[in-house]
């Protein structure tokens, strides 16, 4: 959609100048969708997906942007312009799809026609001897299948293409003889038979935990247990709940099905160093839940890739580079509050990047920039996505530069120093700096209380939320967005604006 109308938006300023070159840059372009109607996962299977369809992934009803507005909001068609009133800080899911709808469509009333609804592309391969990507679809209704050849490609699924299990979890309810429901976070069409009167358990202290557990105390759920690894998502931040029905078991996963079925032990986990994940140990605390009725997995989602070939299937950072390939000899991190307490910590010997991945250079394919991909990594992700959609047209018109292969990756080097430097970023993507930091944090605890907490946790936020709006205001930059939000070296007034409400809002 958001590429779409990029497009859109230039024609009609290359029309308007009579810049009859820049038209003709223009791509002519196909769109395939799986669903019948445009709104991807934005639209709740309960109400406006589509029924006869169910391999659609579809959020939850509940669902509530865990953004302010103002950060969502768009250039070139304002809240005002369509809601007229004034609006919460949150928005609910489906007015925001109306207003992205009718954005698009409000002076392109055929927006849509280029779209090829009900069809599923099914393979996606290189021809290197035409110089053409050879893309097979299969329509649903038509039970037709196509073959056709294409000059460029964007992969644009989303990265909640489908749902994502910790599998050793499912496994445990599975073979331990779990007698309640499990289900996942995108499957909560009923929702209120899952919860009302019984109690329940989330997997996972994210976003959809937080929506949820707040839903399901309006279905009148009598208590709520959620789960997490790590003790630092924002369900677990949440400090009181409406009527204390809610209880976060901080570092906590299920070990056991107890209760003859009906009831969970929680063991606490911990990082081991060695092996850079999180273990188990016999000496740690447990926690048995009894009476559990259902089990909800809101562990996120993964993005599809399977009619990509194989060779072209990044990874969206999560497969990691190797430490000494990309940082020099004898690194040492620019000093931040936390160093006087945790000193140089010598980096992991892999590391899982935020915003680079081993395979891509700002959304293009390192190996073949004729294929791009379309998604966010950063705080801003609606915003994001609009900036990556001009980006990506800009590379196909030849008003960005793409320098060449080598020249990518040392970029990308460059970006991984940036990373490494936040120490948000840094925790996120080095296991070695993220225990180190645990283990002070643990002390801190034991020495303080309970109640401690990070008298720099709010410039840490902060330097983070920045470093994602400086990668942004380069792509607005390098695509020709639209709007100035500043550059990668300094963020202007706007785009300094624009932080400070993401960092008000988490507070």
């Known amino acids: ?35 019948s109607v445009p709104g991807g996962v934005w639209r709740a299977k309960s109400t406006d997906g589509n029924p006869e369809q169910t391999d659609t992934t579809n959020m939850y009803e509940a669902l509530w942007t865990n953004g302010p507005k103002e950060n969502i909001e768009f250039h ?45 592309v099914t393979s996606v391969k290189w021809d290197e001897e035409k110089s053409k990507f050879v893309v097979a679809t299969s329509n649903h209704e038509t039970k037709e299948e196509l073959t056709e050849t294409f000059d460029k490609c964007i992969w644009a699924a989303g990265q909640n293409g489908k749902p994502s299990f910790p599998m050793h979890i499912k496994r445990l309810l599975k073979c331990g003889g779990f007698k309640g429901k499990c289900i996942h976070s995108s499957e909560c069409e009923d929702f209120k038979t899952d919860v009302e009167g019984k109690r329940v358990v989330f997997i996972g202290d994210e976003y959809s935990a937080e929506d949820l557990a707040l839903q399901a105390i309006k279905l009148g759920v009598e208590k709520v247990f959620i789960c997490s690894r790590r003790g630092w998502g924002v369900a677990t931040y949440t400090s009181a709940w409406p009527m204390k029905k809610v209880e976060a078991c901080e570092c906590m996963l299920p070990t056991e ?94 590391l899982y990047t935020c915003y680079v991945d081993p395979l891509l250079y700002r959304n293009t394919l390192i190996s073949n920039p004729n294929m791009m991909y379309l998604f966010s990594n950063a705080h801003y992700p609606l915003k994001d996505i609009d900036v990556m959609a001009w980006l990506c047209l800009s590379y196909i018109t030849g008003d960005a530069e793409l320098p060449s292969a080598e020249e990518m990756q040392r970029r990308n080097k460059l970006d991984i120093l940036e990373e490494m430097d936040d120490f948000i970023s840094r925790a996120n993507c080095d296991f070695c700096y993220f225990a180190a930091y645990d283990d002070f944090f ?3 605890i034991i020495e303080e209380g309970k109640s401690w907490k990070d008298p720099n946790e709010a410039e840490y936020d902060l330097i983070s939320m920045r470093l994602g709006a400086r990668f942004m205001a380069r792509s607005m930059q390098d695509g020709g967005y639209p709007e100035d939000i500043g550059n990668f070296t300094k963020l202007n007034e706007k785009g300094e604006r624009m932080v400070q409400m993401d960092f008000l809002s988490g507070l």
Not at 78 to 85: A, L, P, V
Request: glycine content about 4%; overall charge negative; charged content about 30%.
């Open 76 to 120: 070139d068609y304002t809240y005002d312009d369509h809601f007229h009133q004034p609006l919460p800080v949150y928005m609910p899911r489906q007015p925001l799809l109306d207003y992205m709808l009718c954005r698009v469509t409000r002076n392109c009333p055929h927006f849509f026609d280029a779209v090829r609804f009900n069809t599923n």
């Open 257 to 350: 099905v107890i209760q003859d079925g009906r009831g969970l032990r929680l063991t606490e986990v911990y990082p081991d160093i060695e092996t850079e994940e999180y273990e188990f140990a016999n000496d740690r605390d447990t926690k048995d839940l009894l009476d559990i009725e259902t089990v909800v997995f809101c562990t996120g989602y993964k993005p599809n890739l399977s009619m990509i070939e194989a060779s072209m299937r990044p990874s969206f950072c999560n497969v990691p580079f190797e430490t000494e390939e990309v940082l020099p000899e004898n690194w040492t991190m620019t000093p931040n509050p936390s160093s006087e307490h945790l000193g140089h910590v010598l980096p992991s010997e892999e």
């Open 442 to 444: 643990d002390k801190k």
């Open 1 to 35: 959609m958001f590429f779409l109308h990029a497009i859109e938006m230039r024609r009609r300023e290359m029309e308007e100048k009579g810049d009859l070159e820049g038209l003709a840059s223009l791509p002519i372009v196909t769109c395939f969708e799986r669903a």
